[in-house]
């Protein structure tokens, strides 16, 4: 997330810590002072999250989502607005919680590199393929988790209401639930080394993926890809395909 970091330092941050009263100038005024660094961090998290939320799932919902799923019996009244109201509303969490994971990259604890030429591109291919398995594997055993009992009615029970999800049913869950589900993509870095750019691609793509597979768009039915259509599944019984990409688990 540095590369966001550098990027938005100069383009809005500094701009707008230098207005902060002078007592708190010495907090905000350095660049890597860790309160800065963790305010703009959680202002990155949560103003990114609502971007990528509103705008991939308005641009699914207007040209892939099936509108006559609508008329089935267990879509919710105003489901739609239920779904953003839930999503947005857990976002701040989601974010704040966050944080510490990209502090601690800031501060050169994670594996993160920036040249290719460090470990080579067979490796940047090996890490990429690596990366989708690891949290793919590690996220089916979390969301299987959550439908323990013991978790399951007010973890992950929430976003389980949606029977027949949106596009906006993709991030409409209880922010713990969401987190535990993306500690796999932040714990990866910590354990094997990986490019930062290839890095900040995969999270975003990882959140286009996740509006994809509550879009209803039938894309692929292939047994081993864990798309709109096994998600579906998922949704209306619960008991399978606990995966984010696949079904191998």
């Known amino acids: 997330m540095d590369l966001v970091l550098d990027f938005a330092d100069p383009l809005v941050f500094d701009s707008l810590y230098s207005k902060f009263p002078a007592v708190m100038q010495p907090y905000f005024s350095e660049r890597d002072h860790i309160a800065r660094q963790s305010t703009s961090l959680f202002l990155i998290a949560y103003v990114g999250i609502w971007i990528l939320y509103l ?17 089935n019996k267990k879509y919710l009244p105003n489901q739609i607005s239920k779904e953003i109201y839930m999503a947005l509303s ?55 988790g959550i439908h323990h009992p013991s978790v399951y009615w007010w973890l992950h029970k929430p976003h389980h209401l949606w029977k027949v999800p949106t596009p906006f049913a993709s991030h409409a869950f209880h922010p713990l639930d969401g ?71």
């Open 55 to 71: 705008g991939s799932g308005t641009l699914s919902y207007i040209f892939l989502f099936d509108k006559e799923l609508k008329k």
């Open 90 to 144: 857990g976002f701040h969490i989601t974010a704040l919680v966050t944080v510490p994971w990209w502090i601690f990259e800031l501060r050169g604890y994670s594996k993160l590199y920036y040249n290719i030429d460090e470990y080579g591109w067979p490796y940047f291919v090996f890490s990429m393929v690596l990366f989708v398995l690891f949290s793919d594997c590690l996220i089916y055993w979390i969301h299987r």
């Open 179 to 249: 987190y535990a589900q993306s500690i796999p993509y932040h714990l990866f870095v910590y354990l094997f080394p990986f490019n930062s750019y290839a890095y900040l691609t995969m999270f975003v793509l990882v959140n286009f993926w996740t509006v994809s597979i509550h879009d209803a768009a039938y894309f692929t039915n292939h047994p081993w890809i864990n798309g709109a259509a096994h998600h579906t599944v998922h949704h209306a019984d619960f008991v399978y395909n606990y995966g984010q990409y696949f079904t191998l688990w």
